[in-house]
């Protein structure tokens, strides 16, 4: 089974994509988890990538379907992939990969959010320095005891959330309507439970 997830950011698509990873058991191919870790792993790349986050811009294109490339060629079976592609030329990039491999996607997944509660769930993010752990100060209260220790991270600060979601909006349409003939659309705005059940209803009944 070969899956694409679609969805703004704090849409929650990289949870679902988790747990359709773990259901079908399918490489998670997470281009948020795949920056963040060029990040971490710091040199040219990791900076340059790192402040395009903090100013919520998108990476270029031609840096990401790298990465995906790279993911792809390491997936010797099913995948469901998040948070790619963003902008119409990623989309025309990944539908070459998969074909030159006689790919092609059984489903494209959009996971739909109101904007105000995509801004709600986006600012009310904290991290746990030292175990990493993410709470959500509405959705998932930390313990009182460590909320002095807790972080936000640049790039859910209300101002750059905002920004993220009209760039979003400007780029990932195309997007949606590249894909159109493929969409399963989720209403989002409930429990993950209850999104991953519709996702699962939806998957069935094609």
Not at 71 to 87: C, I, K, N, W, Y
Not at 167 to 179: E, K
Request: hydrophobic share 45%.
């Amino acid at each position: 089974m070969h899956l694409m997830l679609l969805g703004a950011p704090a849409s929650g698509k990289g949870t679902q994509a988790a747990r359709l990873a773990d259901h079908f058991d399918l490489e998670h191919i997470s281009t948020g988890a795949m920056l963040r870790q060029a990040v971490a792993d710091g040199g040219e790349l990791g900076s340059l990538v790192g402040q395009l986050l903090k100013d919520g811009q998108l990476v270029p294109d031609h840096l990401v379907v790298e990465l995906v490339l790279d993911a792809l060629e390491q997936s010797g079976h099913g995948f469901v992939v998040d948070g790619f592609p963003r902008t119409l030329r990623q989309a025309e990039g990944f539908d070459v990969m998969l074909a030159q491999r006689a790919l092609a996607l059984d489903a494209v997944i959009l996971i739909e959010v109101a904007h105000s509660v995509l801004v709600s769930r986006s600012t009310g993010r904290r991290i746990d320095p030292d175990t990493g752990h993410v709470y959500h100060l509405q959705f998932a209260p930390p313990p009182a005891e460590i909320v002095p220790r807790l972080e936000q991270r640049d790039d859910d600060s209300e101002a750059v959330v905002v920004e993220r979601l009209a760039i979003y909006q400007r780029q990932t349409a195309a997007v949606i309507d590249h894909y159109r003939e493929r969409l399963v659309a989720i209403d989002g705005s409930g429990t993950p439970a209850q999104v991953f059940t519709q996702i699962l209803d939806r998957l069935n009944r094609q």
